[in-house]
């Protein structure tokens, strides 16, 4: 696989009023991303609600993302589980549709051990060739992968990179000073990713892109070229989004404002509801501040 570098959108699963996937909504969105210069559109993560869409769905929005990019943008996939089996069948079948790489989280809720968050990634890893991406994401899943842990699982194969979400620099830093060669490091976090790509990360997995696509590839892009004023000045414009962006639980607030933009809907799926007046008032401040409304 061509090494990814850049902005990777961590896209919203639009939906319909009634709740259900709102496909050519997905489909303008990819190209909304093309267009925009995102390195990688990345499809059922956490803020594509991957904890409420089913196997089916889960598979079906997969195939679509890889049918409609047609190659013009590499497909994440996320085929995260917190059953071993789970993720590796969800694996295949990204594998099987042509997805050029997955993102698989660190096993939520039955919060396994480092041993135990290894053997989960190694079972993948021989069960499947395709690339993979790790997702630490301690805030949501309890589980904390730690450096070593994640160091030693890119010694896998097809183990490409870990997409790190704590927001933690000096564990970046870390990260980066020891990763073998070929393994890539991307923030999972918006307001610390220009830190750590000017520390040698190589690109952002973003929320932030989903509202701003154009405006996150550029700052990616300057960060990577080590232009850390110009990417500064992008940053600062758009910490606001950064924020607000999460000022109720996620997607929510990045629905919103893409509905906002009229790219898609702002419908979401319980347990997550639709954003307030107040977090309205919010992200639409910072949109404003941003230069998107």
């Known amino acids: 696989m061509k090494p990814i570098l850049g902005s990777i959108v961590a896209l919203v699963t639009p939906m319909n009023e009634d709740g259900s996937i709102d ?31 089913s196997m089916e ?23 995260g589980a917190n059953s071993t089996a789970e993720a590796i069948e969800l694996s295949r079948y990204a594998k099987e549709v042509g997805a ?9 809720y039955n919060k396994p051990s480092q041993e135990g968050i290894y053997q989960h990634f190694k079972a993948i ?11 630490n994401v301690p805030g949501r899943t309890v589980a904390d992968m730690a450096p070593e842990t994640a160091l030693r699982c890119a010694a896998l194969p097809g183990v490409f990179g870990i997409k790190e979400a704590t927001g933690n620099i000096e564990r970046a830093a870390y990260l980066i000073k020891h990763a073998p060669q070929g393994f890539h490091v991307y923030s999972g976090d918006d307001g610390t990713a220009v830190a750590l790509m000017l520390l040698g990360g190589h690109g952002n997995v973003s929320v932030t892109a989903n509202v701003a696509p154009r405006e996150m590839a550029e700052l990616c892009r300057l960060a990577l070229d080590g232009n850390a004023v110009e990417a500064r000045k992008i940053h600062l414009k758009l910490l606001g989004l950064h924020k607000q962006l999460f000022c109720e639980p996620s ?25 307030t007046a107040a977090g309205q008032a919010g992200v639409g401040q910072a949109m404003n501040e941003a230069g998107l409304l």
């Open 251 to 275: 997607p929510g607030p990045a629905k919103w404002a893409l509905s906002r933009l009229g790219r898609c809907g702002a419908t979401v799926r319980l347990p997550i509801t639709p954003l």
């Open 100 to 108: 050029d790489c997955t993102l698989s989280v660190v096993p939520y």
């Open 23 to 53: 496909y050519p909504a997905m489909r303008r969105l990819i190209d909304w991303h093309v267009e925009a210069g995102t390195a990688c559109v990345g499809v059922v993560g956490t803020t594509g609600e991957s904890p409420t869409v």
């Open 57 to 79: 769905e889960n598979r079906e929005i997969i195939r679509v993302a890889v049918e409609h990019a047609k190659g013009r943008v590499p497909i994440l996939a996320g085929t």
């Open 125 to 135: 890893a021989e069960a499947v060739d395709i690339p993979m991406m790790l997702y």
